[in-house]
């Protein structure tokens, strides 16, 4: 699922490609996408482009009259540009958003099809569909710590809960753990405040630095290379290969379908931590340390 760094890069190449334009015509290919009714998203039609917002994971799209289109991608959706019509493939295109400068396409990979489009009016109506995440970047360490202990959970289900801090999602909060060099199943009324202090930091300096890595990759171009998996990443992804801190392997836990990776040198102190279905199955001849 784009996270924060993704969706703050989509906004930029946005920006200087749509803001003051009018869009033409919107296209829905997939009318399971379009989750509102009023207004009709025929709406926005001739309208200018006057503002982008991102609202957690989704990307929010500001038009005059006070219309807003939020996407919300999901796991698997994407966002296109292309200056000569849509390129898509029609069997991924759910929606194309036609400017004078060129086509926004929307597309999801696979059967499962969560992305989503609202068009609402007002900021009341947009402001209803904010999670209530905090900014990361613009809270207080104090307003960190009440966020992060509101519930005693563990610190990766507390990370990314959209409820509780904004644009976070399974990939980033495996590097953020991992830098700050925290348990994934810590819990978070038992962090100390050092340890809080040093999670804050690890948020920030985690996300700003795949901010600029993917916004230098892009570079002057429409992102196109959005993906949970990336080679540079320390343990997101990375089951059974070395930590490029200590050399461990890496480890997971897997449920429904998502996983969480972790370093147990780094992040354990050497324990393996419990996998749902591996763990169960083995019983005791689950090893409890590397």
């Known amino acids: 699922m784009p996270e924060l760094p993704d969706i703050v890069c989509y906004l930029e190449a946005l ?11 919107v296209s829905i290919a997939n009318p399971f996408v379009l989750r509102t009714a009023v207004p009709p998203i025929d709406a926005v039609t001739g309208l200018a482009v006057v503002a982008l917002r991102r609202i957690g994971k989704r990307i929010v799209l500001g038009f005059e009259k006070d219309y807003w ?14 200056s000569n019509g849509s390129k898509a493939p029609r069997s991924l295109r759910l929606a194309d958003f036609e400017f004078s400068r060129g ?3 929307l597309t999801e990979a696979g059967t499962k099809k969560r992305a989503s489009i609202h068009l609402v009016q007002g900021e009341t109506n ?4 904010d999670p209530g995440g905090i900014d ?14 509101e519930r005693n959970a563990t610190l990766k289900r507390a990370l990314t809960d959209p409820h509780l801090f904004s ?16 348990s994934p199943v810590q819990l978070t009324q038992k962090l100390d405040p050092p340890e809080t202090a ?11 630095a795949w901010t600029e890595r993917l916004r230098a990759e892009a570079g002057a171009e429409f992102p196109e290379r959005i993906t949970a ?22 480890q997971r836990i897997r449920y429904a379908d998502n996983e969480t990776n972790y370093c147990p040198k780094c992040q354990t102190g050497g324990r393996l931590l419990a996998d749902r279905s591996l763990s169960r199955l083995l019983k005791d001849d689950w090893p409890k340390s590397v």
């Open 15 to 25: 920006d200087r490609r749509i803001v003051g334009d009018r869009i033409k015509r």
């Open 69 to 82: 289109l939020v996407i919300h991608l999901m796991v698997a959706g994407r966002l296109h540009w292309s």
């Open 103 to 105: 086509v926004l396409t």
């Open 126 to 129: 947009l402001s209803a569909m």
């Open 136 to 149: 990361v970047f613009a809270c207080t360490d104090g307003e960190f710590s009440a966020r992060l202990t």
């Open 167 to 182: 644009g976070i999602g399974n990939a980033y909060s495996d590097e953020i753990l991992h830098h700050a060099r925290l």
């Open 198 to 208: 040093r999670l804050l930091q690890s948020v920030r300096t985690v996300l700003s």
């Open 229 to 250: 998996f990336r080679p540079e990443m320390a343990v997101h992804g990375k089951f059974g290969k070395p930590c490029p801190v200590c050399g461990a392997k890496v």
